[in-house]
């Protein structure tokens, strides 16, 4: 399927690895020029060669901590009008809501509500006047199913949420569409890092715990990152211009709810 995103520029944060990697890849094969940021330039330049090899679509990169106002300003000044925008940031650290202080709170909302409320504030108005935009907010599976020991990302990403219902409905008109990707478990660095907090404070091998998820999953593994960056793909795409506000779980059918 042509995605009829050819020649359209994205911004996609905090892609040098993981699902912001992936979504770039994605999109770049779909002949878009990608801008990828990132805060570490190492990582981040590989990662821009690698896509660059594998679809010959230009990538620019920007070594900066989306999460700050200077790493969204230079993020900006390298691309000030995209046609797609992918929000993304690492997820605070798991823990006991008991350690953390109102530092730990704002660190949280900062990375994962307001630095993607920010970028959208700075790029939703030149979207509407093009009469084409796409906004792809990754956020986490958390969402629909809290999980204990990620209060501090449940909270944030809940607020993100809340606010992306609302504002959604006002752009569709305008063909700018903005949505959330909910991940369940994928082969990422953030999610072996989880597995491993958790081994350690339940006294446990994290190799057991993580063939035990695997093992009681309903697919019986963790997703390929590829597949996540696919369906953001698609969420970008001229088809999708009927899909909006809407939260797509990508969990490999984890999430035993209907709703």
């Known amino acids: 399927m042509d995605l009829g995103i050819t020649g359209k520029t994205a911004l996609v944060c905090a892609s040098s690895k993981g699902l912001g990697r992936a979504c770039a890849m ?56 995209p046609d797609i925008l992918i929000n993304n940031a690492g997820g605070p650290p798991p823990g006991d809501f008991r350690d953390w202080d109102r530092d730990d709170w704002i660190a949280a909302l900062d990375a994962n509500m307001l630095s993607p409320i920010f970028l959208i504030k700075a790029t939703v108005d030149g979207m509407i006047e093009r009469r084409f935009g796409r906004v792809v907010n990754i956020t986490s599976s958390a969402v629909k199913a809290p999980i204990e020991i990620l ?19 006002k752009t569709v008109r305008q063909n700018v569409t903005i949505n959330n990707l909910l991940p369940g478990a994928f082969d990422t660095d953030r999610f072996h890092a989880n597995v491993e907090a958790g081994a350690k404070r339940a006294g446990r091998p994290a190799a057991d715990m993580l063939a035990e998820r695997m093992a009681t999953a309903p697919a019986g593994r963790i ?36 709703f």
């Open 151 to 169: 209060g501090l990302s449940n909270g944030a990403r809940a607020g993100l949420t809340g606010f992306i219902a609302g504002l959604a409905r």
């Open 26 to 81: 994605s999109l770049a094969r779909e002949g878009v020029a990608v801008t990828i940021v990132a805060r570490t330039p190492g990582p981040l330049e590989a990662t821009a060669e690698d896509i660059r090899a594998a679809t010959g679509a230009p990538v620019q990169t920007v070594a900066a901590d989306i999460t700050t106002e200077d790493g969204r300003s230079a993020a900006l000044a390298a691309l000030p009008d």
């Open 223 to 258: 997703g390929d990152p590829a597949e996540f960056g696919d369906a953001c793909a698609y969420l970008c795409s001229a088809q999708a211009a009927y899909i909006t506000g809407q939260n797509l779980l990508i969990d490999g059918g984890a999430y035993p709810g209907t």
